[in-house]
């Protein structure tokens, strides 16, 4: 199984910082990844789709990039809106995976 | 637009089955891949697999083998996930998520069910 790992596992950031967070894949997964936000009792959401295009709707400071490994989603410039747990998924092979999830707070 | 609306949250036994109902609308039912995650209470997202309702052929991950099936009901455009001989481990909210494709490529889940709650109690 492809396994999906996602650091920081947490972060605290504040209004305007730009946020970086990481997910690396165990195998090359080319550019099978997705970046998902998901609030507190609420649905995920899809943000990010094939590593890097933003889905309609989604405000353009969040971004995506990576291919085969190492993939990245980038926040410039956070909003109050914004903290939420964001997980990626890889759909390249079965079983499909999710990361672990990073958990965004403001400070 | 799509609409992706589950069932109610189940308290059930231990050892009992449950089965949880998504109804689609909004577009072709049998047209696209319905997908089921599982999120445990304060847990991440996992996947059990996907029934294509156009033929109803499936796939599940190995995990979910002999605990999850997944049919589907063309005439009322419902997609169901059945949970047998249940356990506290299968306490969880359970998601239906449609899968998308441009290019014909999939892509993912921009579409998802709010989540039904299974909580499983003597």
């Known amino acids: 199984n492809t396994v999906m790992t996602q650091s920081p596992t947490s972060m605290f950031t504040s209004v305007g910082d730009r946020v970086t967070m990481s997910c690396k894949a165990s195998q090359n997964v080319g550019i099978n990844v997705g970046w998902y936000q998901q609030k507190k009792g609420q649905s995920p959401k899809r943000l990010i789709y094939w590593a890097s295009n933003r889905d309609t709707g989604v405000p353009d400071r969040f971004t995506g990039s990576g291919s085969g490994t190492d993939f990245t989603l980038t926040i410039s410039n956070m909003q109050a809106e914004d903290p939420a747990i964001y997980y990626c998924?890889?759909?390249?092979?079965?079983?499909?995976?999710f990361g672990g999830g990073t958990k965004l707070e403001l400070k | 637009q799509v609409q992706l609306q589950q069932s109610g949250a189940e308290l059930v036994k231990p050892g009992s089955s449950v089965k949880i109902s998504c109804k689609a609308s909004g577009y072709t039912f049998t047209s696209y891949d319905m997908h089921w995650i599982k999120q445990q209470p304060g847990n991440g997202l996992e996947w059990i697999g996907w029934?294509?309702?156009?033929?109803?052929?499936?796939k599940y991950n190995q995990k979910f083998n002999g605990k999850a099936t997944l049919t589907a009901d063309k005439s009322s455009s419902t997609a169901y996930l059945q949970l047998t001989s249940l356990t506290s481990e299968d306490s969880a909210v359970y998601f239906c998520?449609?899968?998308?494709?441009?290019?014909?490529?999939?892509?993912?889940?921009?579409?998802w069910g709010q989540g039904t709650l299974v909580t499983v109690s003597s």
């Open positions: 029934i294509y309702p156009g033929n109803g052929n499936t």
């Open positions: 998520a449609r899968e998308d494709y441009y290019s014909s490529f999939p892509s993912g889940f921009a579409y």
């Open positions: 998924l890889q759909h390249n092979s079965y079983p499909w995976t």
